[in-house]
């Protein structure tokens, strides 16, 4: 009988080793899916950008974070922080860290943070400065991490850039930050959303070369949702 009480406590304590250790390995995973069950009221959700998260080329009210917050639900508040034309290097020709939208998605306190920058600085006036993106990359990523809300963190590979580009956008800058992003997120245990890859086989949702039509962005929603939710 002892000996069957034994086998069994070891039994039972072999199940919650297992259980434990698994339940970490998940907490540890930057890209899990998010629980619903472990917060209170609305997940705030932070899009972080530039015009591309701002929803230029998508029609009114179509954005990705507009259709992200209609693919979430009630249980989650999605709010657009994207800034026209503004660079993730701090000192491209419009950084991200000086325009109002970043003062604001910070005093907004998310609970998740996505963020989508580097297709402005593929400008050769702003890509001439790229030792600098891993290091600005990761200022940025500072900044979120002190919040109070501890907000799980992604970073996006950026949308691509069909054949010769536009406004000086090119897709050789984005594929050069890819290894950086990955890098980064790495180093600061961010996840990641393969926003390029929502895009890749779709050059016509892109049809001036760098901003996403309303189906573009769709599409993004999509790719942000299943991350987010593992759905």
């Known amino acids: 009988m002892k000996s069957f009480l034994r086998n069994s406590y070891h039994c039972v304590l072999g199940f919650l080793l297992v259980g434990l250790l698994v339940a970490n390995a998940v907490a540890a995973d930057p890209n899990a899916p998010l629980d619903v069950a472990d917060y209170d009221g609305v997940i705030r959700v932070a899009c972080v950008g530039d015009s591309i998260t701002a929803g230029v080329g998508a029609a009114r009210g179509k954005s990705y974070p507009a259709q992200l917050g209609q693919l979430l639900g ?82 996006c590979y950026a949308v691509p850039v069909p054949g010769k580009g536009n406004f000086g956008i ?5 594929q050069e930050q890819r290894p950086m992003i990955a890098k ?9 959303i393969d926003m390029h890859a929502a895009l890749a086989d779709r050059p016509e949702t892109l049809p001036d070369r760098v901003h996403p039509n309303t189906e573009g962005a769709g599409l993004m929603a999509k790719a942000a949702h299943a991350v987010l939710t593992g759905k």
């Open 170 to 174: 090119n897709e050789a800058g984005v």
């Open 74 to 155: 009630d249980r989650w508040e999605v709010r657009n922080f994207g800034n026209s034309g503004s660079t993730l290097l701090n000192k491209g020709n419009k950084p991200y860290q000086k325009q109002k939208q970043f003062s604001g998605a910070l005093a907004y306190n998310p609970q998740v943070v996505i963020i989508m920058l580097g297709t402005n600085d593929t400008k050769p006036n702003n890509w001439k400065l790229k030792d600098q993106f891993v290091a600005d990359y990761l200022d940025l990523l500072g900044h979120f991490s002190k919040l109070e809300a501890k907000p799980r963190i992604f970073v």
């Open 184 to 192: 980064i997120a790495k180093q600061a245990e961010v996840g990641v």
